[in-house]
């Protein structure tokens, strides 16, 4: 199996410094302890698009998530017109 140190190793890339610990502050920890951060870690990352996922649907479709029922706006406009291809400021 390929350790990240492996994979930074291997493919060059244009940021000069890893993104998943960038201070060094996981380099005394060992490589069983560093794994299960990065799993944390995707995990956090995951859990956090299903919330924003949820309010977007919340404010597109009102009632659609029962734990958000009137904790945002009705929003009328295409929440994913900043990713289509014509969109500009």
Do not use: C, W
């Not at 060059?12 to 990065?38: Q, T, V």
């Not at 958000?68 to 009328?76: N, R």
């Amino acid at each position: 199996s390929l350790s990240l140190s492996d994979l930074t190793a291997r493919v060059p890339h244009p940021i000069p410094f890893n993104l998943y610990d960038p201070f060094g502050f996981s380099k005394n920890r060992s490589e069983a302890a560093k794994a299960d951060g990065l799993i944390k870690e995707i995990n956090n990352g995951r859990l956090a698009m299903i919330g924003i996922i949820a309010f977007l649907q919340e404010q597109k479709l009102e009632g659609s998530v029962p734990l958000l029922k009137g904790v945002v706006s009705h929003y009328d406009g295409e929440p994913m017109a900043p990713f289509g291809t014509f969109f500009s400021f």
